[in-house]
Every structure is written in C-alpha cells, then in structure tokens.
C-alpha cells in the first residue's frame, strides 16, 4: 500500500479517535485552541444543519408535487370514465340511439372548473405519454438473504400491480447459495408470479467466492451480470434499466415513470442514476418510538440530499441506473470496501466515467420497512446492529480520497472514461434526443463529491462526542469550582476567567449550541405534514393510519436515538478500520404479516 492510499485509510479512525481525544484532553492541555476549535465545529456544523433544511424544503415541494400531480391525474382519469358511462347510459336512452353531442361539443372529458387541477393533468398526461411507449425495460433486481417469503411477495405483488409489469418488468431474484431454503422459497415467488411480468430471472450467488464480502454489493454484482447475459439473448441492452432495491422496497408505480420521463429528456441516459428518497411507513406503528425516529431522520437526511443542484446527490437502498453503464464501470465490486453498495456504486460511476455520471432525483418516495422483532429490547438492539451495517460503508471516505486525488486512480480513471465513451458514442440516446457527454470531472466537483462523503460519515462519529458533552466537560474542567484542575495544575491559566475576550468566545458557543438542534427539528416538523401527505394521497391510507399530532412525542427518543444508532455504531465503524475486520453476514430482522384478501 502507497504512504497516500495508507493516509487515506486513516482519514475516518484518526477523525473519530481525534474527536474523542479532543473532547477529554482539549481543555487541559490547549484551552485556547480547543476554544477556537469548538467555536469553529459548531458554526460548521450549524451552517451544513441551515443547508439542509434548506435544502429539505425543496424536496419536500418537489415531492409533494408530484404526488399531488398524480392524484388529480388519477381524479381526472376517474371524472373520465364516470362521464363516458353516463353519456353511454344516456345516449342508450335516446330515441335515435344517437349520442347527443354537449354545448361544448365534447362528449369523453367535461370541462374542468379546477384550472390548477386541469394544469397537473396536463403535466402527468406528458410522464404518462412517455410511459406508454414502453421504450426501457426495467430489472428489478432484489438481493436477499434471509428474508421473510411473505415480505418478498409483498414487494414482489405491488411491482406485479403496475400497468406495463407484463410487458416492460423483469424480475431479478438474488439468492444467496449459504440459505438453506433459497431454491424452494425462489421456486415458490417465480411460481406464484407466473405470468406476472416480462421475464422472472433467479440468481443464486455462491457462497465462499475468494476475495468477495458477503452483503447486498456482492449479491447485486452476480444477479446483475447474470441477468445481462440472459436478457442482452433477447433484448437490445440499450433498453435495459436496472433498479437496484431491497427485499422490503414498496416501489410506486408513479416511480417508474418518472424514471422513464428522466431518461427519456435527459442528454444521456447511459451516464443517468435515478435517486429517489425513502420513506419508512410499512410497519411504523409496530416497532419502538427510538427505532421509529431514527428512520425518520435517516429519511430526511436521504431527502434533503436530493436537492443538489449539480448531480451529485447519493442513492439510499433504491436507484435505478442503465445497462450500458453498470457495465462499462465493471459492474457493482464485491471486496469488504464496497458494503455500502449503494453510495460505492454511485462513486463508482462517478469517478470511472470522468464525472459524466451524474444523479436525477426522482421525487417520488420509496416505502420501506423498519427493523422489526418480537420485543422492545430486541428490536432496540436489531436497530443497533443494522446501524452497524450500514455505518460499515465509512470505507467509502477512502476510496473518494483515493479516486479523487490519488495519480494511479487518475490514470485509471482516464482509462475508464475513454473506454467510456468509445463504447457509449456507438449507442444514440433515447428518440428524438441527441447523446450530449455532459462535463467532464472538474476538481470542484471532486472536491464536492468528498466534502459530502466526509460529511456523511465523519459528521456522525464526532457530533454525538462533541454536541452532548464539550460544552458540560468544558464548564466542569474550566469553570465549576470543582474542577479538577484546581487540584492538579495549581499554575493552571484559566482563558474563560482570566481574558474578557474568551470568556466572550465560550458564550458565543454555549449560544450556537443552543441552536445546533434548531434546523433538524425544522425538518421534523415540515416531515410530519409531508408524511401524511405521502401516506393519504400517495398510499391512500385513512387518517388512522398514518401519523397524528400524538407521534411528535417521538423526538424526544432523539438524543438517546443519536447515541446509540449514529455515534457509537459509526466510532466503532471506523475505528474498525485500523484493522480491516470483518464482521459476520447478518441482515436485519423483519416480521412481516401479509394483509388478508377477502
């Protein structure tokens, strides 16, 4: 390993055990500075917490439009039929059996005394239109392991659902080999759906493959060059989208098309990743308030990350990106580096492409299912333990330095984009569009690209250190009239007491502390309307549903939810990686109670 790629590794454990160090040692040894220090972290932090609302408020009107969008669609589409059948009706009752024309001429679509509604139809009509021709075929592909058969039928059934699902849907089923029951429970779902969908393709990943770490990455690079050499015997692969998901993914159909109507309008769908947001609403009500509020944040975060006006927003659990382009990158990797498969792909494509690919949000939220078990303490700890998982993917912070600033990766990486585009230019884009190569990789966007891979994982292993406990350890240490120091440094310089000027700094802090939380509790509070919003209109859940006034009682679990599912899971993550270990395969435990059909 070079000294840079060494140095690069350090990045995340140095960050997490520095923060410790500063918090215990900093008003000891160097007041001043850890005075500076904190003032500096808090206004950061404060800043990138302001961002984010800011940020959230766009995806949440985006959202909301297009579920508001749909729902008048859907409106108009039913005022349509209700009036066809009328005139039918009347027109029966006639004694030409003539249908007799309206005022207006028009006998199919009344006139609407809702322009605003009239205005959304027109633009669904436009995602629909493009929809209908059915240019892409969209594979799905749902690694699990583990995974409850009722849970993947239930994913599996509302995909099945869709209007284009028989003709335009390919189901990619990824087994793993090491579960016992895989090739019964695959036969059952492929059995169950036998006609349901284009194609039903079944992958079984080996087990013990050298050089792979057992996860979703690894399982999602087999069933996806599996799937491209069944499908490219039968289907031009310029055609073929992949949607990555998870086993309890409820994927709407108004997703589906909105990935078509992004593919179709962009310059270049090979070099296009769809990023939707996720949404936490399947099972809410059935696991502790702690677990439930942490997925809200997790959520938000999620959200508010979409809104970057330069593409490079990351994918969470779902994303739907190209053949063409999963293949020129070399497919998904599978060493332990690459656990968090979503985000490492996302960087993948990135940096392998010289920048071309980018993301598209697609605003339309992705239901997902909170860790569930049989008792509070153990769902509590499954939570704990799938926060471990995901917090694993920190060796993402090292492959974005190494991508980004390393020579050797530079000059693969021009490699990749050459290769790239010799490949893609042979492949128009979609019709009526031109295949434009968008900008190639500029340091800013480099620069930008690890700015938020640093902010996504070092944010957790240090705030929850040094937002709880500098500011009540500093007043211990500095000004109680118990401090310790009394005791043992009796030539101790106090700066807070003896320089009007930081007295003034640690004020200032203790006054920005104070509003740290402020822009996150924001963000809960647009999330409640936004929730009910998704869950009445999007999901057409009733009003004892979804969540009331009452469920704002879960944030005060976020203190504790901070703790022990952000802070401790992501400090062990990356002090883990001082050591490069492995942990076990295990996946999050989920009950799941399919609904009776009556």
């Not at 990045?11 to 923060?19: H, I, N, S």
């Not at 009540?472 to 320089?499: E, H, R």
Request: charged share 20%.
């Amino acid at each position: 390993m070079s000294i840079n790629n060494l140095l690069f590794e350090l990045v995340a454990p140095a960050t997490a055990l520095g923060a410790i160090l500063v918090l215990l040692f900093g008003p000891v040894f160097f007041p001043r500075a850890y005075i500076w220090f904190l003032l500096t972290y808090f206004s950061t932090f404060l800043y990138i917490s302001i961002n984010h609302f800011l940020k959230f408020c766009l995806t949440v009107r985006n959202i909301k439009r297009n579920i508001r969008n749909w729902s008048a669609q859907q409106e108009h589409q039913s005022m349509s039929r209700d009036y066809d059948t009328k005139e039918v009706v009347k027109s029966s009752a006639t004694s030409n059996g003539r249908i007799t024309p309206t005022r207006n001429g028009y006998t199919s679509v009344p006139m609407s005394s809702n322009f605003e509604s009239d205005n959304r139809c027109n633009e669904m009509e436009s995602v629909l239109k493009l929809y209908d021709e059915g240019h892409y075929i969209h594979a799905f592909v749902i690694p699990n392991y583990k995974e409850p058969e009722p849970l993947l039928r239930d994913t599996i059934k509302r995909l099945a659902q869709h209007r284009n699902a028989t003709t335009t849907y390919v189901i990619v089923l990824a087994m793993e080999e090491s579960e016992v029951e895989q090739a019964s429970k695959a036969a059952s779902l492929k059995r169950n759906f036998d006609g349901s969908f284009l194609d039903f393709i079944i992958t079984v990943h080996p087990k013990d493959v050298p050089g792979e770490s057992r996860g979703k990455g690894s399982n999602v690079a087999y069933a996806a060059r599996e799937a491209c050499d069944q499908l490219m015997r039968k289907i031009d692969k310029r055609r073929v989208v992949f949607t990555i998901t998870d086993s309890d993914s409820a994927i709407p159909e108004l997703y589906v098309r909105h990935v078509e109507k992004a593919l179709m309008e962009s310059e270049d769908p090979y070099s296009t990743i769809c990023s939707p947001p996720i949404f936490f609403s399947r099972n809410a009500f059935n696991v502790p308030a702690a677990v439930r509020v942490t997925d809200i944040m997790w959520s938000i975060m999620v959200m508010q990350n979409l809104s970057n006006p330069r593409g490079l927003a990351f994918p969470c659990s779902t994303y739907s990106l190209s053949m063409i382009l999963a293949e020129q990158v070399g497919f998904w990797d599978t060493d332990k580096d690459a656990v968090g498969e979503d985000l490492h792909m996302w960087l993948k494509c990135f940096f392998k492409t010289g920048g071309q690919a980018r993301s598209v949000p697609i605003f339309v939220p992705i239901n997902l299912t909170n860790v569930e078990t049989t008792s509070y303490i153990s769902n509590i700890y499954a939570r704990f333990v799938q926060a471990k998982r995901h917090y694993n993917g920190v060796a993402d912070v090292a492959y974005s330095l190494k991508s980004a600033f390393n020579s050797e990766n530079r000059s693969s990486e021009a490699e990749s984009m050459s290769l790239y585009n010799q490949n893609t230019t042979n492949y128009p884009s979609s019709p009526g569009k031109r295949l434009s190569c968008l900008m190639s990789c500029s340091f800013v966007d480099k620069l930008v690209v690890v700015f938020h891979v640093l902010e996504a994982h070092m944010i957790p292993a240090t705030s929850g250190w040094l937002m709880f406990a500098a500011v009540p350890i500093t007043q211990f240490l500095l000004i109680s009239t118990y401090s310790p120091l009394a005791d043992y440094y009796p030539d101790f310089q106090n700066p807070i007491v003896t320089s009007d000027f930081y007295a003034y700094m640690f004020s200032l802090i203790q006054a920005v502390g104070v509003l740290l939380p402020m822009p996150l509790l924001l963000c809960a509070m647009l999330y409640e309307g936004l929730h009910k919003t998704i869950d009445s209109e999007l999901f057409k859940k009733g009003s004892s549903e979804t969540r009331t006034w009452k469920n704002y009682a879960d944030y005060a679990w976020l203190p504790f939810s901070a703790w022990l599912f952000m802070t401790l899971p992501s400090t062990w993550a990356c002090m883990k990686r001082l050591t490069r270990g492995e942990e076990n395969y295990v996946v999050a435990e989920k009950i799941f109670t399919e609904p009776i059909v009556e």
